[in-house]
Every structure is written in structure tokens, then in C-alpha cells.
């Protein structure tokens, strides 16, 4: 039978773990692979749920970094409204495309071609 005060108990006590799980995803951190570090910094202060990123690019075998918007995709939820598991991080410099996969991967694509994949390690 259909009982509204546990129904809205229950929705309130997933809201609250679906934002404590993503929290971990928001502040992701810094992914380190053997030729590049990936700084990966929430853009969305204030939402539970956060789908807007910066990121810092570093060479490590050059020097040099990059600072690019984007975002981070993730399944559809349940609900139709609330995201579900993240798949990627993405973000684009001109017709570079870089994903950061859920497994911690760096994948960089050329022109919709993959011309570099390097695990990494999320610190």
C-alpha cells in the first residue's frame, strides 16, 4: 500500500546519500598519469549534484598546462531528473577532445580519432 510519510522519508534520505556520494565525485581531485597531472576542480559551489568542471592540464614532460571548462556526464537516474553513476569527464580545446573515463583513464581524441590513452591514478 502506498504510504506517503515513509515515501517521502525515503526520498529524503536518498537525496541525502545520492549528495554525500557525489560530494566525493565534485571534488575529484587530481588524476596523475606517466606523461600528464590533471587537476580537476568543481565549478558549481552550492549544488549537490555538480556537472560543470575546470581543468588543469599539466605536460609533466614540458611544463606546460592548460585551463579548459567542462563537464562531467553521467547516466540517467532512476527518477528520470538525478543523474545516476558518473561515465566521464570531458573537455574540449578547439579539436582536442579530453575524457577522463570513470576507470581513470586520460583519453585524448583528435578530430573524433583517439590518439592517446594513459591510465591514471586519482590522488
Known sequence: MFNLKNNVKYFFLLTIISATLFAGVANAGTLKTKNYSIKIKAN???QPICINYIYVLKNL???KSINLPG???YTQGVDEYTPGRLIRH????NQYLYRITADNKL????SGKLILQEQG???
Do not use: D, P, S, Y
Open 121 to 123: 591514478t586519482l590522488k
Open 44 to 46: 558549481c559551489e552550492g
Open 107 to 110: 583519453q585524448v581524441l583528435k
Open 61 to 63: 614532460k614540458r611544463g
Open 90 to 93: 570531458e573537455f574540449r580545446n
Open 71 to 73: 563537464k562531467a556526464i
